[in-house]
């Protein structure tokens, strides 16, 4: 098992990983848009070559008056077969890192499905995410959305 | 060449001239409509402006009227050929449809009558780079950054264009110059270190080590570079390659901020004189000590204990292997088996593996009827069994597998894997649609996992349940799209496109597969295309580092296994329509939709229909902007069939085989396919060369020798040879691969007696019997010896044979099926056809207990 950044190479991988667990999904462009405009910020776990976790982060472009800037976690996660690993824990704190590094992102946000309890456990109870707000018919479904939040400032260097 | 004076017809009198401009800015703008209205003024009293033309053109092609615009563009080319506005717009028509060729030579003709045009000069450029004219790139970024030199953007742009010509000195010289004179960085630049860490880089390319490190750690220390982990990537890298003694401590501080990444500690051992692919009885040692540390530093990393599985021998490996697999069962790691499957290439490793295992469980064992003792934890137990029947049935021991399975089943019927697993074990011995209903429970219990879903599609795809499969795919895609396949392709899926191709091919409708293969090919068609908005983007971000890499990989692209995999199938069904023409038209009479197709079909029209009246509605009045892409094209072909009739078969499979060649250089099923293509074409001397190359490969192949004689009997039956030089050229190649002297039917029962113990191979060669004529008697008793318990068989090859005896009328089909039942007990590949349909049946049905009694009557 290996974890480490993204690279080009890896980005069909994860969208396969992608399509195989989650429903919101994207084309090609938009994964070599996150590579290419916010390098560090990508993870993947790879085992044997083939990628069975992912996270494609980028830094928030529209960033509101007196708002600073933060990260965002378009979307993460792990095959079926890969879990129990804490997997998709390492794969967060590695790109929260590079967020404060590197783009010196105050804090970073998420969404996650208001039914998903095993996301909500990992994000708020392992990670300590907290709710901000609840967006209602976030996802294409109809499905509400909790937008939740931690902050990064413990990085800052 | 100087540009010719201003043709007479593209002189205005100022009142148009002012009109024109304006139709510039509208077009900037976007305010299409007043463009349009402007445009047409000029044109009421010029009506051969080719200016002019060209503009209207280009707006109406932005407002969706695109077959027109072109038109007029082309006219309005015709009319002033050396106007550089005409040839921009064509180029950017060009551009807009992907024709990178033809744009480019436009974007140079417009060049030719305005040489310093910024707009005209970047779009070059960018094409250029695309279609990997590095050399004219090169030229075309000093032009840009002789006019602007005080843009930033413009150096680094030049500095990637020498790189990618292979100049990494100029490269190296143009980004030291830029640093001298850059000025206004803002602390903690992102941009600024991105460049910093492209110019590391450049260095370390050329092997200046000292010097990349001086840069990075001056850069490091002033934070201009700000990436953490780039930096002390580059660092130990760097540092091991000069041997200094800092190297450990760089890539101790890698490990220490990822203790997940393995080739930290690939690099770290590296540094210490450990290979760890070559392992030494004298490098083990210290390699395992090291890794011992590092496993106690961070207790929690599975990376470094893993490792030292790969490395350790002998009792030292059963010391490391049982507390790994202890804490594992006990936590119940799904992916347990995949981790330690590597080892396996050991077989002292796997069978100590075994018997680690198999302690464990006997210490876990427990009568069946009654509740789990309190001293043994029901986790592990199931763990643990699931654990040895992916061990026994990787060993191909099937119906021990499925044994333990059940075991676990009975004890924890509610978790999903154990399905799943019994599933997959099916598939393995050859029974589909048991595989598609076992795996079709575990997705029952849990209705909101894809993955599942996902498995389940997949595994009715496989028994060929296609429309059964899409409606369970069709669970989790997107409501709005016209089907669940064409989402699926929509959003790219590889793996879909090629299950749901194999699946048709299986069924035979060849039009339905072909068209899926050719999906695959669009879609990587579409990734080649995704590069070309960031030859600008990147540059103005100065991401140049993965840019390159993205270069990089897009040269090599269709090496990914979906594309080759979808080429070679694809060739194989053209060369089919070659042979049997009547195949295409058989097809289309057959060519039914299922009612989930026409559902979608009915659905799609309407849709069309009613985005047709909107269109109509809003056309004429509105300032949308639809942009200069290509609009997506609408399924005119929905089953295949006229994509399976286009003309010339045998000129698109070369096509799609043509990268391969270098691509897939070590892929024998493509040189094997190129021959089929080629030899059809009667482009002897490379058919001959691919087969040179399969041989090369695996002398043994059945397919080759198939082949091999194939190519000797067309040869020797072409009346006339072609060229001198082509006749000896293939004489001397063929003699390689079959001694001349000898007759056809001797070198078929000689590589017969060779290889009668490979099943595949007695295939072939009974195949090449048949085709020189051997009565069926002869073939039939050929294949019947595969029955024999030393020939070695799959259920696959023995499914082909069966297949084969069908094909030639033996009498003795039903004869070699039912012994094929008889060798492959759990495969139902070889029931009688009349049980088809209940097969089919049982894989969907619901419940488990409704297939085991339906089973129960096929068998008595």
Known sequence: MNIRLARVDDLLGMQACNLQNLPENYTLKYYLYHALTWPQLSYVAEEDGKIVGYILAKMEEDVQEGDEPHGHVTSISVLRSYRRLGLAKRLMIQSQEAMATVYKAAYVSLHVRKSNRAALGLYRDTLGFTVKDIEKSYYADGEDAYAMRLSLKHLAR | MPPAGIPPSRALPSKESGLFKEVLHYYEDRQLKKGLKTADAILKKFPNHGETMCMKGLIL?????????????????????????CWHVFGLIQKGQKNYEEALKSYTQAL??????????????????????????????????????????????????????????????????????????????????????YHV?????????????????????????????????????????????????????????????????????????????AITDETRAPALQALRDFSQQFPRAATPQRIALAIAAGDEFQELLEPYLRTRLE?????????????????????????????????????????????????????????????????????????????ALAHTPTLPELYLFRGRVLKRAGDPYGAARWVDQARLLDL???????????????????????????????KDAPSPSQDLEDMQSLLYLTEEADAQLRNGNYAMALKKYIAIQKVFDDFEDDQFDFHGYSVRKFTVNIYLNLLKWEDTLRSHPAYVHAAIEASRILVRLHDEPSLASKSASQSHLSDAEKKAKKKAKKAEKKVQEEAKKAGNSTNEDKGLDASPVKDEDPDGTKLLQAPEPLERA?????????????????????????????????????????????????????????????????????????????????SKLLPDEISLELFNSQY?????????????????????????????????????????????????????????????????????????????????????????????????????????????
């Open chain 2, 61 to 85: 092609t932005h407002m969706g009227r695109r077959d027109e615009g072109l038109e007029l563009v082309k006219q309005g080319v015709r009319l002033d050929l050396t106007s550089h506005i």
């Open chain 2, 112 to 197: 030719r009558f305005d040489k310093d045009n910024m707009n005209i000069l970047r779009d070059a450029a960018h094409l250029q780079t695309q279609l990997r004219h590095y050399d004219a790139l090169v030229e075309t970024r000093h032009t840009l950054l002789r006019l602007r030199p005080q843009l930033r953007q413009n150096w680094i742009a030049l500095a990637v264009a020498y790189h990618l010509n292979g100049n990494l000195t100029e490269t190296k010289n143009v980004l030291e110059q830029f640093e001298r004179i850059v000025k206004n960085v803002p602390d903690y630049d992102v941009e600024m270190s991105e460049i910093l860490l």
């Open chain 2, 201 to 277: 880089r450049v260095l370390e390319e050329l092997g200046a080590y000292t010097e990349a490190l001086v840069l990075l750690d001056t850069s490091a220390k002033s934070r201009a570079i700000i990436d953490r982990v780039a930096i002390m990537e580059f660092r130990a890298r760097m540092l091991s390659k000069v041997g200094s003694e800092d190297a450990q401590q760089a890539w101790q501080g890698l490990i220490e901020q990822n203790p997940g990444c393995y080739d930290y500690y690939k690099g770290f051992l590296a540094n210490r004189g450990v290979d760890l692919d």
């Open chain 2, 331 to 407: 936590k119940g790691v799904p992916s347990l088996f995949t981790d330690l499957k590597a080892l396996y290439r050991t077989p002292q490793k796997r069978d100590t593996i075994e018997s680690v295992a198999q302690g464990l469980l006997d210490a876990l064992a427990h009568p069946p009827d009654a509740p789990c003792p309190p001293s043994i934890d029901p986790t592990t137990y199931v763990w643990t069994l699931y654990f040895l029947a992916q061990h026994y049935s990787h060993l191909g021991q099937h119906a021990r597998a499925l044994a333990l399975l059940d075991t």
């Open chain 2, 448 to 478: 909101q996992d894809r993955f599942l879903n996902a498995r389940c599609g997949k595994y009715r795809l496989r028994a060929g349940l296609i429309e059964e499969a899409v409606e369970v795919f069709g669970l989790f895609t997107k």
């Open chain 2, 654 to 734: 070369a096509k799609l085989l043509k990268p391969l060649a270098t691509l897939a250089e070590n892929n024998i099923e493509a040189w094997v396919a190129t021959y089929d293509v080629s030899v059809r074409r009667k482009k002897y001397l490379r058919a001959l060369q691919a087969l040179s190359r399969a041989h090369a490969l695996d002398a043994d192949s059945p397919e080759l020798h198939i082949r091999v004689v194939d190519f000797k009997r067309r040869w020797s039956s072409l009346s006339e040879k072609p060229s001198e030089t082509v006749a000896s050229a293939v004489t001397s190649a063929l």
């Open chain 2, 752 to 860: 017969l007696q060779q290889h009668s113990s490979r099943g595949a191979a007695v295939l072939a060669a009974a195949k090449v019997s048949r085709s020189l004529g051997a009565p069926r008697e002869e073939v039939e008793s050929i294949l019947f010896n595969v029955l024999n318990a030393d020939v070695e068989l799959d259920f696959e090859t023995a499914a082909a044979i069966n297949a084969f005896l069908l094909e030639i009328q033996s009498p003795r089909e039903d004869e070699f099926r039912t012994a094929s039942q008889q060798k492959f007990a759990l495969s139902t590949l070889f029931a009688p056809r009349a049980e088809l349909p209940q097969l089919r049946k049982s894989a969907v049905q619901k419940e488990i207990t409704e297939g085991e009694e339906v089973k129960e009557e096929i068998i008595s």
